[in-house]
């Protein structure tokens, strides 16, 4: 079987940054799934080297910002009165927030505390940043009907939360 549309792909892999630091693994031991065809389970860039690919087989995909978590915009660094966050709001803690236009659900990253003020990024942390995936198809199967209306995958390396 090969990589297609509607098909579930357990992968390892290894992503780093240009400087080959280790960012976020997932091992044959334990592997992560996702939807193959569009679903926004893995970046496209990937999900594109993945096509046609069978179990055995190994990618390797250089990510510039945009391929993965965007630009870094300083437009989403926000200094917000301390009152507007709990007593003990510290470096490093995360919040969730609308963008400035209300158009977007952000998490933002608080990354100074200074004289009553607090600054908060919205970028993600691993924005600007160029990136390496190293993958490896461990296996792949068709995915279930209801896999598809999801839009995700079920079971081991998937989702399992459902909200009715």
Same mark, same amino acid.
Not at 64 to 75: I, L, M, Q, R, S
Not at 116 to 121: A, H, I, L
């Given at each position: 079987?090969?990589? &297609?549309? *509607?098909?579930?792909?357990?992968?390892?892999?290894?992503?780093?940054?240009?400087? $080959? +630091?280790?960012? +976020?693994?997932?091992? =044959?031991? +334990?592997?992560?799934?996702?939807?193959? =065809?569009?679903?926004?389970?893995?970046?496209?860039?990937?999900? #594109?080297?993945?096509? $046609?690919?069978?179990?055995?087989?190994?990618? *390797?995909?250089?990510?510039?910002?945009?391929?993965?978590?965007?630009?870094?915009? &300083?437009?989403?660094? !926000?200094? %917000?009165?301390?009152?507007?966050?709990?007593?003990?709001?510290?470096?490093?803690?995360?919040?969730?927030? &609308?963008?400035? *236009?209300?158009?977007?659900?952000?998490?933002?990253?608080?990354?100074?505390?200074?004289?009553?003020?607090?600054?908060?990024?919205?970028?993600?942390?691993? #924005?600007?940043?160029?990136?390496?995936?190293?993958?490896?198809?461990?296996?792949? !199967?068709?995915?279930?009907?209801? %896999?598809?209306?999801?839009?995700?995958?079920? $079971?081991?390396? $998937?989702?399992?939360?459902?909200?009715?």
């Amino acid at each position: 079987m090969r990589v &297609a549309k *509607d098909s579930v792909v357990i992968i390892s892999y290894r992503l780093t940054n240009i400087r $080959g +630091e280790l960012l +976020e693994e997932a091992t =044959g031991q +334990e592997p992560a799934a996702y939807l193959h =065809g569009d679903y926004d389970g893995i970046f496209p860039k990937v999900e #594109a080297a993945l096509e $046609g690919k069978q179990a055995g087989d190994e990618v *390797d995909v250089q990510l510039e910002p945009e391929d993965a978590f965007g630009e870094y915009d &300083a437009e989403l660094v !926000r200094v %917000e009165d301390a009152g507007l966050f709990p007593d003990n709001v510290s470096l490093g803690m995360q919040f969730e927030g &609308a963008s400035e *236009d209300g158009r977007h659900h952000l998490i933002y990253t608080v990354t100074d505390v200074a004289d009553g003020k607090v600054v908060v990024d919205g970028n993600h942390p691993l #924005a600007g940043q160029a990136m390496r995936v190293q993958c490896r198809v461990e296996s792949i !199967r068709a995915a279930s009907p209801e %896999e598809i209306a999801h839009g995700h995958v079920h $079971g081991p390396g $998937g989702h399992h939360h459902h909200h009715e």
